[in-house]
């Protein structure tokens, strides 16, 4: 049931959420739980898709999406770096 709520949910995301990403990248998104794959998996850009989902459904401001985005781009350049 959640994984049906999760993908109508996605289906009903803005088209410019999901522009850019790999067709294949949005199933992926589409059959996880996208709140737990922004927080902890997937490549940058499938992670930064699932943020941008994360935030478009639980409708916060965009400055806090382009703050986690900032800082899971620095967490990642961290990781590249050590």
Do not use: C, Y
């Amino acid at each position: 049931m959640k994984d049906d709520d999760q993908t109508a949910n996605l289906k009903a995301t803005n088209p410019r959420t999901t522009r850019g990403i790999k067709p294949a990248a949005v199933d992926i998104i589409r059959k996880k739980n996208w709140s737990d794959l922004a927080n902890d998996g997937g490549s940058l850009r499938l992670r930064m898709a699932a943020l941008k989902i994360k935030h478009e459904r639980l409708g916060s401001d965009v400055s806090s999406l382009e703050a986690e985005l900032e800082a899971l781009r620095l967490a990642i350049s961290a990781n590249k770096i050590a």
